[in-house]
């Protein structure tokens, strides 16, 4: 029960973290594909 | 209000955070700005947002000061299930939308808003309806989270809450004026970094500081059986199902989503959208937790205000620290959605109002722009008015929430198919208006038969949700099944008991009146069949026709840009 619970709880900042590595990964690519294309990021 | 019992920064600490945050935040809009904007990129960008920035700003935006406190209501009020039956549903309001969203993108690659599309589609009416809904919305929103900035102000400094929302009005106005959504992406990504960076540690902090995972279990001897059960009817009926009612219609009458739908590379909207369904479930649903702790705890909301769960909870567990990025965190989220309220609203006057019904395919770029950048500074202003004077939202909030239930079949039936006419999505979003308002307000009585009329109406408005929602993943044929299974399941289980729960009620309503309507209208209508490829030509560029008509000047040099306005 308790290792349901702590599992339960600290899952979501696991994720959050997950989903943060994605995304900075992502606009490392996005910079670098901008640049190649010599055009703005946004 | 400001409250002895949390920690209280001084005046000057909250002044030089705020200072912090939206003079960084300005500071960053430097690296995009442009001497001379144009008015497509300050609406949609380039059309070509990338995957990473697009799912970042889509993140950002969905997630709003309310989230963080709806979140902790529902763990609080209905225990182990309630942080999932919060979370879970907004979440998949961005999941069930991508599928339709590919679709508007199809439809029209150049539009910047939803009405431009309906506009080609259909005319003036259908399209400033949809624009209209837009727009309260975004006002909804703005005036919402001016107010959790005065709120948070309040709680945790000597200074006012009006001092709060004003400062937050115009903090929010003054890096997204110049640049518009542009600005508003590239602060969404790093308001959203920092805003994830403080929940991957604000909750296990808050979680170990309470005494962790055995403390936590312990505490449950403290909730009832209801609050104790992971499948709970009463979270289920009372948070989730409302919850599930609103999906498809937030997202459809929601700007901010569309407008980042036009903007993102359309070969990413999939990736996006997952993206950002994962990140606003998991940042949401995480810090709900905290309210479930707070249940576990017996701790009793400050005040009985129920917003004051998580800054008690961080107040009591954290050091000063930890609440300063608490205070950062918030202030990070509500700025991040009302930048995107601001372009969503210039967008649409500017594109919806402006391009469409008064300039008529003759749009001037910088006059555009102009309008723009004056509807964000109206709108701040009206924002702040709203925030200040705690004015009572509850009618207009009714009246969005029927508004937005109406249009969603619709605007989705008016991309697929090619009989719904001007006049079919029209007359079906006022009946059903009509319908919900008589439902809502109980103008009738709603028993006997008049209950019964209400209740087969909401059987097919259940149905159309499910089905539409079926429909988008899998196709025609199984949401039609999954439809009408879900209206027989309605009407065997819902009819004679569904009329006590009249929110619901009325809800469902609007969506089954304006299917009807539309679906009975379209079929009786004589008018040829809509090609869909003409939407493509009516909706584009703005900034093009300046291009060309440049080039027009110019007989000798060939025109670069073909025109897309109508």
């Known amino acids: 029960m308790t290792l349901l619970f702590t599992v339960y709880v600290l899952v979501w900042p696991v994720l959050t973290l997950a989903v943060l590595v994605v995304i900075c990964r992502a606009v490392m690519r996005d910079r670098r594909s901008a640049r190649e294309e010599n055009r703005e990021l946004v | 209000m400001n409250n002895e019992s949390l920690y209280q920064f001084s005046s000057l600490t909250v002044i030089l955070l705020l200072l912090a945050f939206y003079g960084g935040t300005y500071l960053m809009t430097f690296g995009i700005r442009k001497k001379n904007e144009d008015a497509d990129a300050f609406m949609v960008s380039n059309h070509r947002v990338g995957f990473g920035m697009g799912a970042a700003s889509m993140t950002a935006t969905w997630i709003w000061a309310a989230s963080f406190y709806a979140a902790a209501t529902s763990g609080y009020t209905y225990g182990v299930s309630g942080p999932?039956?919060?979370?879970?549903?907004?979440?998949?309001?961005?999941?069930?939308?991508?599928?339709?969203?590919?679709?508007?993108?199809?439809?029209?690659?150049?539009?910047?808003?939803l009405g431009e599309l309906i506009h080609a589609r259909h005319g003036a009416s259908s399209q400033l309806i949809l624009a209209l809904s837009n727009v309260l919305g975004s006002v909804i929103s703005l005036m919402v989270n001016f107010t959790a900035a005065g709120a948070l102000v309040s709680v945790l400094s000597p200074l006012s809450f009006q001092a709060g929302v004003i400062i937050a009005g115009f903090?929010?106005?003054?890096?997204?004026?110049?640049?518009?959504?542009?600005?508003?992406?590239?602060?969404?990504?790093?308001q959203l970094v920092a805003l994830m960076a403080i929940a991957i540690v604000i909750i296990p902090a808050v979680f170990f500081a309470m005494g962790g995972p055995s403390q936590l279990v312990a505490g449950l001897a403290n909730l009832t059986p209801e609050q104790n059960n992971f499948f709970s009817p009463d979270a289920i009926l009372n948070q989730g199902a409302p919850f599930f009612v609103a999906v498809l219609a937030y997202a459809i009458g929601n700007q901010t989503i569309s407008q980042r739908l036009f903007a993102v590379?359309?070969?990413?909207?999939?990736?996006?959208?997952?993206?950002?369904?994962?990140?606003?479930?998991?940042?949401?649903?995480?810090?709900?937790?905290?309210?479930?702790?707070?249940?576990?705890?017996?701790?009793?909301?400050?005040?009985?205000?129920?917003?004051?769960?998580?800054?008690?909870?961080?107040?009591?567990?954290?050091?000063?620290?930890?609440?300063?990025?608490?205070?950062?965190?918030?202030?990070?989220?509500?700025?991040?959605?009302?930048?995107?309220?601001?372009?969503?609203?210039?967008?649409?006057?500017?594109?919806?109002?402006?391009?469409?019904?008064?300039?008529?395919?003759?749009?001037?770029?910088?006059?555009?722009?102009?309008?723009?950048?004056?509807t964000m500074i109206v709108a701040t202003v009206v924002g702040i008015v709203f925030a200040s004077f705690s004015l009572d939202i509850l009618v207009m909030l009714v009246f969005v929430g029927a508004l937005w239930g109406a249009i969603v079949f619709p605007v989705i039936a008016s991309c697929f198919w090619d009989r719904?006419?001007?006049?079919?999505?029209?007359?079906?979003?006022?009946?059903?208006?009509?319908?919900?308002?008589?439902?809502?307000?109980?103008?009738?009585?709603?028993?006997?038969?008049?209950?019964?009329?209400?209740?087969?109406?909401?059987?097919?408005?259940?149905?159309?949700?499910?089905?539409?929602?079926?429909?988008?993943?899998?196709?025609?044929?199984?949401?039609?099944?999954?439809?009408?299974?879900?209206?027989?399941?309605?009407?065997?289980?819902?009819?004679?008991?569904?009329?006590?729960?009249?929110?619901?009620?009325?809800?469902?309503?609007?969506?089954?009146?304006?299917?009807?309507?539309?679906?009975?209208?379209s079929l009786a209508s004589r008018k040829p069949r809509f090609d869909f490829a003409t939407i493509g030509r009516k909706v584009g560029n703005y900034d093009h026709t300046l291009d060309e008509k440049s080039a027009d000047d110019r007989p000798q040099t060939p025109p670069r840009h073909t025109t897309a306005n109508a």
């Open chain 2, 265 to 374: 590379n359309e070969d990413h909207i999939k990736p996006t959208f997952l993206t950002a369904t994962l990140g606003y479930g998991a940042i949401v649903i995480g810090l709900g937790m905290i309210g479930l702790m707070a249940l576990t705890l017996g701790i009793e909301p400050l005040n009985g205000d129920m917003n004051n769960l998580i800054p008690q909870m961080v107040s009591s567990y954290l050091s000063p620290f930890f609440i300063a990025l608490f205070f950062i965190l918030v202030i990070g989220s509500l700025s991040s959605t009302a930048d995107s309220d601001l372009s969503a609203l210039s967008a649409i006057i500017m594109a919806d109002v402006y391009g469409k019904n008064i300039a008529r395919g003759k749009a001037d770029p910088k006059r555009m722009l102009f309008i723009g950048r004056l």
């Open chain 2, 171 to 190: 903090g929010v106005l003054l890096y997204t004026l110049w640049s518009g959504f542009r600005a508003s992406v590239l602060t969404d990504f790093a």
């Open chain 2, 420 to 521: 719904v006419t001007n006049t079919a999505f029209t007359v079906s979003v006022l009946a059903a208006m009509l319908l919900f308002c008589i439902a809502r307000f109980e103008l009738v009585p709603l028993t006997g038969l008049g209950g019964l009329f209400f209740e087969l109406l909401a059987s097919i408005g259940g149905g159309v949700i499910i089905g539409l929602m079926v429909f988008g993943f899998l196709g025609r044929t199984i949401g039609f099944i999954a439809g009408v299974l879900a209206m027989i399941a309605m009407l065997i289980f819902a009819t004679g008991f569904l009329h006590d729960y009249t929110v619901l009620l009325a809800s469902l309503t609007a969506y089954g009146t304006s299917t009807l309507v539309c679906v009975v209208l």
């Open chain 2, 84 to 113: 999932i039956h919060y979370g879970l549903w907004g979440a998949l309001m961005i999941l069930f939308i991508y599928p339709f969203g590919r679709r508007f993108r199809k439809l029209a690659p150049n539009a910047h808003t």
